[in-house]
């Protein structure tokens, strides 16, 4: 009566030795180190048909590799997303909007200099880089 419960369970398939489930760990870790340091890609594509029209189709690119391996390989874009990355700069959307600005009104006075001329009756047409031609 002294037997416990556990003790008439039937064996696990996992339960062994002891020494035989570090040699299954190490055999793991050994193929994961391998993995890592190799790089392996994965590749697949999804495509949902109806009726032969292509309604959708995914595309499926996996990498799984050590991050000294992506970099050899020339991947480093978590470095670069301030999401992921403290030394990552957000992008600051007023420089994209003040260099846009800066264009429209580069391009407006040309605009306006090349009425000017029309209207002066000249036949000398200005450029987008400034210099003119004759028209």
Known sequence: M??????????????????????SSANLADILERVLDKGIVIAGDIQINLLDIEL??????????????????????WEHDPSLSSRARAPDPLDGRA?????LVDENELLRAELARLRNGE???????GTEEAG
């Open 2 to 23: 002294s037997e416990t419960f556990a003790g008439r369970l039937p064996g696990s398939p996992h339960a062994g030795p002891p020494s035989s489930r570090q040699g």
């Open 56 to 77: 959708l189709t995914i595309k499926l690119r996996l990498l799984v590799a050590s991050v000294d391996k992506a970099k050899e390989m020339g991947i480093d874009w």
């Open 99 to 103: 260099h846009r600005e800066r264009q």
């Open 123 to 129: 036949r000398k047409a200005v450029t987008e880089e």
